[in-house]
């Protein structure tokens, strides 16, 4: 009998409980700590010296977030009492310990520059180019975590006066019109609709994203309003390779739907991967839509009953029961539903009431209808793929403190969630190649 071997299945988990040295180099041997360090470095000689091991610095600031240590004073004293550490990091024995102030330095500058974006983004390129990511799937998610200040108490607004009651004269609706059309033009790009984004750049849509500390909230899951603090990240995250495509630091406050046309742009832009579908829940159910086909949750908004279509909008027959999904025509972009398997019992099937075929075109509704159809077991095979963004989002709270921000401004706190999706990608590249490490292994 022939013995099947099962391939090595090495996740984060295992990663983690490698020895140090070990788990250090597999995780940042992933980033270019060449360019970062030329990033932070002094570009010249002039002025006073600069002693600090810069590169040593970068290394000990992923380990603080590998290793769980909560601040910048916790880690200082580690590298003071343990030796080995200090080695493990890039340290010489002969280097002094940077002080508080110095990593700050560090954080200033990495905040001066894109750098932590771009390398996040070497990282997945380099995932794709050895293999590991082929997804045809992304899931789009929002995560909330609370800013390290309480927030300031609120301004009371004074008393508008009271509105002239009765209908608008010609005059009077036209001109407010216009003073409605020109507020929303100089309103910030993310106090507008959604359909402002289509046009504006990918550059331009991630310099605009807010990203001061503000009030959010949520429903949990018992339907009640969670209220936080703080900020949001949104991530793109492919639904088989569990990485993250693309992720997006904001304030609390930002709408989910308006983070995913910057998160799919920058996936289409940038990294040019061949998806099929987009999955999302109810928080991004609006109408603009890109490119791949979207599987998101319907968002009922106080709508009222359909008359003549079920609740995944398929039509129904004259006794109401739902016409079954068959197929979709990518040409003319049409639905495909025939008859409901309850015609072949029903005394009406041959009096002519009832359609055999119906036809749905998908632009007629970009919301209600999609391909696959609502209902269809394909389409809910595809809403499954959604959990592995919640997955990632369980990840950088359980292992990479997105939590323990130590910031107190927007700015210092989108280098924390930077540095965590880097290190979280990074962590994940290291594990596929120790997995293909250990699968070539069995083989031989």
Known sequence: MTIIRQPSLFGIQELFDMEPTQKYEAIISAVDLDSMYHQVAKKSRLGAPEELNYAAMIISTFVRYIERIPTMKDLIKRLHDDLAFKLNCGFLVSDHVPSESSYSRLITKLEESD???????????????????????????????????QAQPKEEKPKSEPQKRGRKSKDERDGWLKEQAETEANLPLYDRKIVAQLDVPLAELRAEVPQDPKWGVKKNSEGQNVFWFGYKGHLAVGTSSQYILQALFSSGSLNDGKAAIPLLKGIQERLHLPLRYQTMDAGYDYEPRMGQQSVIAYNKRNEGEIIGYDKHFAPTCFREHSYRYDSFDPKYETLKYTRPKECSDCPLANEGICQKVYKVKITSDLRRYTAPARGSQAWKNIFKRRTAVERVNAYLKEFFQLNNVRYRTGKRAKIHFDMVTLIYNASKLAADRINVQLNQQQVA
């Open 115 to 149: 750098i932590l974006e771009k390398e996040q983004e070497k990282v997945v390129l380099q995932a794709i180019a050895e293999g590991f990511i082929t997804d045809d799937t992304v899931a789009i998610d929002a995560t909330h975590f609370e800013a390290r200040d």
